[in-house]
């Protein structure tokens, strides 16, 4: 059973949607027990990090995910919480991702616009996360704020400044894209998280 | 940098895409969902659904046909027409709508922006505008360009932005319908006054047009109707086109 974490940061229903899609079973679930039974733990998000990470830490969630041995994907500012720290509302977030959640400054004169919305190619992609897509590839990013580069980048991509698109350590794994709104390369990258 | 988009826009009235009455390759023009799964295949970056319908029982299809949608289009969407309050977008939102697009209710009461990005986020949050040219100012119109208002086009979409708009999705008036090209000046002011993605919407005739308004009229995005349901170029074909233009698309 697939578990994707409730932790009232908007909807789930993409990520709920996405999953039926490639015939996966899974529960929306807040309870720890049931998250640390998973098989695999999908860690969504909408919204604002700060107050995102406050609803993980209420909920008693934190040390929870933190502590899990089966794979874990965290996806846009799920994948953000699981970085060392986040400009959005100043927090400390799980430190997992040895990196930090930095702001896109938008600019006009090369065209630069924030949020940084739509279809962007992601470059040097490694671990079994991206079997059987290419570098170039495109997927769809909707974020304000991004992860800077580091060793546990596993896929980078450029939005004004380059940013760790994708991020990896041990079974963490991240992306600040959305795959479950991006087209036939998004299920592939949710088929093979499934099958690691 | 991200890629420019290409949106098919659909028109649903009563449950039922409206248009697109040459669509090769499809069973049945009328089904929203069979119709958006054609365009994402054919490398649509996003749909827009617009819901035209007047009655209340429209209202209520469209809700469960966006549930559908939602479910079976693994690519973004947006949905419009006829949300006015926040539990409009909420209802949407909770079907699984990506984002909403709103005009005439903005224009009426600009806290309903707001309201809903904060509530939702700013991703979620579409201003449509609708502008015509008078008296060599640009002024928003409503209710599909019938009501004109006295707001400045450029002061209302800074306002939009401050507000928590994430994306502008503007339409000449001027423009809509005749197929001669969009005005590409007043995109690229546009694009220079605000920092927020903007969707350029009314006027494509050719892939020159669209070329022009996202390379000369630095829109970051093309929504078009006709020339995609009248089946006159596929979107993979377009954004084909456009790549040898050298403008950076998914294809």
């Not at chain 2, 809700?63 to 947006?78: C, D, G, M, Y």
Request: proline share 2%; charged share 25%.
């Amino acid at each position: 059973m697939i578990a994707i974490v409730d932790y009232d940061t908007g909807n789930l229903c993409s990520v709920c949607n996405a999953l039926a899609r490639i015939g996966v079973e899974f529960c929306v679930t807040s309870d720890a027990d049931k998250i640390r039974s998973a098989d695999k733990v999908l860690l969504p998000g909408v919204g604002e990090a700060s107050s995102a990470m406050q609803k993980l830490e209420e909920r008693g969630l934190a040390s929870v995910i933190k502590e899990l041995k089966q794979p874990v994907l965290g996806i846009c500012i799920g994948m953000q919480l699981m970085c060392r720290h986040s400009e959005e509302g100043d927090v400390d977030c799980l430190g997992i991702f040895d990196t930090d959640v930095r702001r896109f400054e938008a600019d006009s004169t090369s065209g630069v616009k924030v949020p940084h919305m739509g279809w962007n190619s992601i470059e040097q992609l490694s671990t079994p996360l991206f079997d059987n897509l290419n570098d170039g590839c495109f997927v769809y990013f909707v974020h304000s704020f991004a992860p800077d580069i580091c060793n546990d980048a596993i896929a980078v991509s450029c939005n004004g400044r380059s940013f760790a698109a994708a991020l990896a350590k041990g079974n963490f794994y991240g992306t600040q894209f959305h795959p479950e709104k991006s087209g036939d390369v998004g299920e592939q990258i949710l088929k093979n998280f499934m099958a690691l | 940098m991200v890629a420019k988009r290409i949106i098919p826009c659909l028109d649903v009235k009563e449950g039922r895409t409206v248009k697109g009455v040459n669509f090769v390759g499809l069973q049945d023009v009328g089904d929203a969902v069979e119709l958006g799964r054609a365009y994402a295949a054919q490398g649509a970056d996003e749909l827009v659904y617009l819901d035209i319908s007047a009655t209340v029982e429209g209202r209520n299809t469209f809700t469960s046909l966006v549930e559908r949608i939602a479910q079976n289009i693994n690519i973004p969407f947006t949905v419009g027409g006829g949300i006015s309050t926040i539990d409009d977008a909420a209802r949407l939102l909770d079907v699984g709508a990506d984002k909403i697009s709103i005009n005439s209710a903005a224009v009426r009461n600009p806290s309903l922006i707001d309201e809903i990005a904060a509530k939702y986020g700013s991703q979620f949050v579409v201003l449509a505008i609708d502008a015509k040219r008078v008296d060599g100012r640009y002024l928003i119109t409503t209710h599909g360009g019938r009501q004109l208002t006295n707001r400045e086009l450029f002061a209302w979409a800074r306002e939009g932005q401050e507000r928590g708009a994430g994306e502008i999705l503007l339409t000449s008036m001027d423009h809509d319908g005749t197929r001669e090209g969009y005005p590409c000046d007043l995109f690229a002011e546009l694009s220079q006054q605000l920092s927020i993605p903007i969707i350029a919407s009314g006027g494509a005739g050719s892939v020159e047009d669209i070329a022009d308004v996202l390379s000369k009229g630095r829109a970051d995005a093309a929504l078009a109707a006709s020339i995609f349901h009248y089946g006159e170029i596929t979107v993979g074909e377009l954004k084909r086109r456009l790549k040898e233009y050298g403008i950076k698309v998914r294809v």
